[in-house]
């Protein structure tokens, strides 16, 4: 579960939870594309990490560590908004 | 999640939140300073520089069940992601054998999915039930 913390900043790892980065290599003469993952129901959630406030501690979480719970992800605007 | 730093969510929930709830925020409050965690599920707003309100249901097996999205001046109802929770583990523990209807919520009739039930819908919900 969740480490206390060493400096860091949140990343997508680049894969999915429980399953490794993919890492395709680069074509020679292919057009830059941009990443893209596309968000969908019924697949498997893009893994990250990030730090976080728990329990008066600064600990860093990683989503996959969640693995066999289920879990609720909210996104909100910014801390002190009104709703 | 959301753009700001611990620094500022620590803040936060020592001087606001944890009088609204006993003993502060139960669970962990992420930062995603610079919004990458955010674009990668959709919800970053690159121009004003903030996180939309989205929300997602993830399994044990880390698979996405649900999302919603909102702009930021509505808020969540929360006890909706709940009832959705609630459905999505009865179907998991019913192995996808059951469905649960449009108004479902815990309690009441779950549908069984198969030959018999095709065209005979009618005869076991109502529209009723979708707003009882």
Redesign the interface.
Known sequence: M?EE?KAG????TGG???EAPKTAPPVEGAPVKEEK????????????T??????GK??Q?K??D????????????????F? | MSVDSVFVHKMWNDHELSKMVSGGVPFAMLSDGGGRVGSVYGIYDLDAGVEMRGRFIIDPDGVIQGYEVLTPPVGRNVGETFRQIQAFQLIRNSKGTEATPSGWKPGKMTLKPGPDLVGKVWEVWKTSMAFD
Do not use: E, H, N, Q
């Open positions: 969740p913390i900043c949140a990343r997508p999915p939870v429980g993952v596309m968000i969908k129901v019924g697949g498997k959630a893009p893994d990250f990030a730090p976080a406030y728990l329990g600064f600990v979480v989503l996959s969640y693995l066999g719970k289920w879990v609720v992800l909210c996104f909100y605007p910014g801390d002190f908004t709703v």
